[in-house]
Protein backbone atom coordinates (compact mmCIF):
# COMPACT_ATOMS: atom_id res chain seq x y z
CA UNK A 1 0.00 0.00 0.00
CA UNK A 2 0.97 3.62 -0.98
CA UNK A 3 1.45 6.18 1.95
CA UNK A 4 1.93 10.02 1.58
CA UNK A 5 5.57 9.49 2.58
CA UNK A 6 5.71 6.77 -0.14
CA UNK A 7 3.38 8.06 -3.06
CA UNK A 8 2.71 5.13 -6.20
CA UNK A 9 5.05 5.84 -9.15
CA UNK A 10 3.92 8.32 -12.02
CA UNK A 11 4.69 5.89 -14.77
CA UNK A 12 6.18 2.54 -15.77
CA UNK A 13 9.26 4.49 -17.38
CA UNK A 14 10.12 5.99 -14.22
CA UNK A 15 9.33 2.75 -12.25
CA UNK A 16 11.22 0.69 -14.41
CA UNK A 17 14.52 2.70 -14.97
CA UNK A 18 14.94 5.33 -11.75
CA UNK A 19 16.57 1.90 -9.74
CA UNK A 20 18.74 1.56 -12.07
CA UNK A 21 20.72 5.12 -12.00
CA UNK A 22 22.72 5.69 -9.41
CA UNK A 23 21.91 7.76 -6.61
CA UNK A 24 22.76 11.84 -7.02
CA UNK A 25 21.10 14.35 -8.02
CA UNK A 26 18.36 14.33 -10.37
CA UNK A 27 16.78 16.98 -12.45
CA UNK A 28 13.57 16.98 -13.88
CA UNK A 29 12.54 19.38 -16.63
CA UNK A 30 8.72 20.70 -17.29
CA UNK A 31 7.98 19.38 -14.00
CA UNK A 32 4.25 20.30 -13.47
CA UNK A 33 2.81 20.23 -10.56
CA UNK A 34 5.55 17.44 -9.50
CA UNK A 35 4.22 14.21 -9.33
CA UNK A 36 7.50 12.66 -10.40
CA UNK A 37 9.67 14.84 -8.54
CA UNK A 38 8.23 13.81 -5.68
CA UNK A 39 8.39 10.18 -5.98
CA UNK A 40 12.36 10.77 -7.33
CA UNK A 41 13.01 12.33 -4.00
CA UNK A 42 10.86 9.25 -1.88
CA UNK A 43 13.13 7.34 -4.37
CA UNK A 44 16.45 8.65 -2.48
CA UNK A 45 17.21 11.38 -4.94
CA UNK A 46 17.85 15.06 -4.51
CA UNK A 47 15.71 16.83 -6.81
CA UNK A 48 16.05 20.01 -9.21
CA UNK A 49 12.51 20.18 -10.66
CA UNK A 50 12.22 23.23 -13.80
CA UNK A 51 8.65 24.72 -14.27
CA UNK A 52 7.84 27.46 -16.51
CA UNK A 53 4.22 27.57 -15.81
CA UNK A 54 2.82 29.88 -12.70
CA UNK A 55 0.10 27.70 -11.91
CA UNK A 56 1.58 24.53 -11.90
CA UNK A 57 4.93 26.16 -10.54
CA UNK A 58 2.99 27.34 -7.27
CA UNK A 59 1.63 23.63 -6.58
CA UNK A 60 5.54 22.31 -7.31
CA UNK A 61 6.87 24.18 -4.92
CA UNK A 62 4.13 24.11 -2.10
CA UNK A 63 5.09 21.56 0.72
CA UNK A 64 8.78 21.29 -0.69
CA UNK A 65 11.08 19.63 1.33
CA UNK A 66 15.23 19.97 1.49
CA UNK A 67 15.72 17.82 -0.94
CA UNK A 68 13.28 19.19 -4.15
CA UNK A 69 14.10 22.40 -5.18
CA UNK A 70 11.86 23.90 -7.46
CA UNK A 71 12.86 26.73 -9.98
CA UNK A 72 10.11 28.44 -12.47
CA UNK A 73 12.24 29.35 -15.45
CA UNK A 74 12.04 27.97 -19.16
CA UNK A 75 14.04 24.55 -19.50
CA UNK A 76 16.05 26.70 -22.08
CA UNK A 77 16.91 29.14 -19.64
CA UNK A 78 18.11 26.51 -16.67
CA UNK A 79 21.72 26.34 -16.20
CA UNK A 80 22.65 22.46 -16.58
CA UNK A 81 25.85 21.86 -14.90
CA UNK A 82 28.17 19.37 -16.81
CA UNK A 83 28.40 15.66 -14.98
CA UNK A 84 26.15 16.72 -12.52
CA UNK A 85 23.27 14.48 -12.39
CA UNK A 86 22.87 10.99 -12.05
CA UNK A 87 18.87 11.42 -13.71
CA UNK A 88 17.44 13.66 -16.13
CA UNK A 89 13.91 12.98 -17.16
CA UNK A 90 11.98 15.10 -19.87
CA UNK A 91 8.78 13.48 -19.72
CA UNK A 92 6.15 15.47 -22.17
CA UNK A 93 8.41 18.51 -22.28
CA UNK A 94 11.07 18.45 -25.50
CA UNK A 95 7.85 18.70 -27.84
CA UNK A 96 7.48 22.61 -27.12
CA UNK A 97 10.48 23.47 -28.72
CA UNK A 98 11.32 23.95 -32.32
CA UNK A 99 13.90 21.45 -34.00
CA UNK A 100 16.37 24.36 -34.25
CA UNK A 101 16.15 24.48 -30.59
CA UNK A 102 16.52 20.91 -29.70
CA UNK A 103 19.89 19.98 -30.57
CA UNK A 104 21.80 23.02 -28.15
CA UNK A 105 19.47 21.21 -25.74
CA UNK A 106 20.40 17.86 -26.42
CA UNK A 107 24.06 18.69 -26.24
CA UNK A 108 23.61 20.67 -22.37
CA UNK A 109 21.44 17.60 -21.03
CA UNK A 110 24.27 15.23 -22.62
CA UNK A 111 26.81 16.67 -20.85
CA UNK A 112 24.61 16.93 -17.80
CA UNK A 113 24.58 13.56 -16.57
CA UNK A 114 26.98 11.67 -14.81
CA UNK A 115 29.07 8.79 -16.05
CA UNK A 116 26.42 5.86 -15.87
CA UNK A 117 23.45 8.61 -15.49
CA UNK A 118 20.16 8.60 -17.01
CA UNK A 119 18.33 10.18 -19.68
CA UNK A 120 14.32 9.14 -19.36
CA UNK A 121 12.43 11.12 -22.39
CA UNK A 122 8.76 11.45 -23.69
CA UNK A 123 7.65 13.08 -26.36
CA UNK A 124 5.09 13.14 -29.20
CA UNK A 125 5.24 11.92 -32.89
CA UNK A 126 3.72 12.31 -36.57
CA UNK A 127 1.57 9.91 -36.20
CA UNK A 128 -0.16 11.41 -33.13
CA UNK A 129 -3.59 12.52 -34.24
CA UNK A 130 -3.09 16.18 -32.96
CA UNK A 131 -0.53 16.98 -35.29
CA UNK A 132 -2.74 15.53 -38.29
CA UNK A 133 -5.54 17.56 -36.17
CA UNK A 134 -3.27 20.88 -36.58
CA UNK A 135 -2.51 20.27 -40.11
CA UNK A 136 -6.28 20.40 -41.43
CA UNK A 137 -6.95 23.31 -38.79
CA UNK A 138 -4.26 25.44 -41.06
CA UNK A 139 -2.18 26.15 -37.91
CA UNK A 140 0.99 27.77 -39.25
CA UNK A 141 3.87 25.39 -39.29
CA UNK A 142 6.83 27.66 -38.24
CA UNK A 143 9.42 24.52 -38.36
CA UNK A 144 9.34 21.19 -39.98
CA UNK A 145 6.12 19.10 -38.42
CA UNK A 146 6.30 22.35 -35.40
CA UNK A 147 2.80 24.00 -35.44
CA UNK A 148 1.76 27.58 -33.86
CA UNK A 149 -0.86 26.67 -31.19
CA UNK A 150 -2.96 27.95 -28.69
CA UNK A 151 -2.06 29.41 -25.32
CA UNK A 152 -0.99 28.09 -23.42
CA UNK A 153 1.26 25.30 -25.23
CA UNK A 154 2.12 28.19 -27.58
CA UNK A 155 4.17 25.66 -29.92
CA UNK A 156 4.39 22.14 -30.34
CA UNK A 157 6.54 19.83 -32.29
CA UNK A 158 5.44 16.09 -33.66
CA UNK A 159 8.96 13.92 -33.70
CA UNK A 160 9.29 11.80 -37.08
CA UNK A 161 10.36 8.46 -36.37
CA UNK A 162 13.85 8.04 -35.37
CA UNK A 163 14.24 11.82 -34.69
CA UNK A 164 14.64 11.36 -30.99
CA UNK A 165 17.41 8.78 -31.10
CA UNK A 166 19.68 10.95 -33.28
CA UNK A 167 19.25 14.08 -30.92
CA UNK A 168 21.43 11.98 -28.23
CA UNK A 169 24.69 10.09 -30.46
CA UNK A 170 27.01 10.57 -27.19
CA UNK A 171 24.58 8.44 -25.09
CA UNK A 172 24.36 4.68 -24.74
CA UNK A 173 20.54 3.82 -26.11
CA UNK A 174 19.22 1.41 -23.38
CA UNK A 175 15.86 1.18 -24.28
CA UNK A 176 13.56 2.78 -27.65
CA UNK A 177 10.34 2.44 -28.41
CA UNK A 178 7.36 3.97 -31.18
CA UNK A 179 3.97 3.39 -29.83
CA UNK A 180 0.03 4.36 -29.65
CA UNK A 181 -1.35 4.55 -26.09
CA UNK A 182 -5.01 4.55 -24.86
CA UNK A 183 -5.95 8.20 -23.83
CA UNK A 184 -9.72 8.55 -23.20
CA UNK A 185 -8.82 12.67 -23.06
CA UNK A 186 -7.66 12.71 -26.28
CA UNK A 187 -10.28 13.59 -29.35
CA UNK A 188 -9.42 10.29 -31.15
CA UNK A 189 -9.15 8.41 -27.77
CA UNK A 190 -5.17 7.67 -28.01
CA UNK A 191 -2.12 9.46 -28.33
CA UNK A 192 1.36 8.36 -30.37
CA UNK A 193 5.00 9.06 -29.01
CA UNK A 194 8.27 8.01 -28.51
CA UNK A 195 9.90 7.14 -25.18
CA UNK A 196 14.18 6.96 -25.09
CA UNK A 197 16.32 5.58 -22.09
CA UNK A 198 19.74 6.39 -22.68
CA UNK A 199 22.69 6.51 -20.35
CA UNK A 200 26.13 7.96 -20.47
CA UNK A 201 28.90 5.82 -20.81
Do not use: K
Request: hydrophobic share 40%.
Amino acid sequence: MHTPAHPPPPSELLERWAPQAPRGPALDLGAGQGEAARWLETQGFEVEAVEADPVRFRRLAAGGSSRLHAFMLDLQDFVIQPGRYALILASAVLHFLRPSQLWTLADRLQAGLTHGGLLLVEVFTTDDPGCASRRAEGAPEVEPNTFLAREPVGLIHYFEPGELLRLFPALEVLAYEESRRLDPGAPEGYRSGAQLVARRP
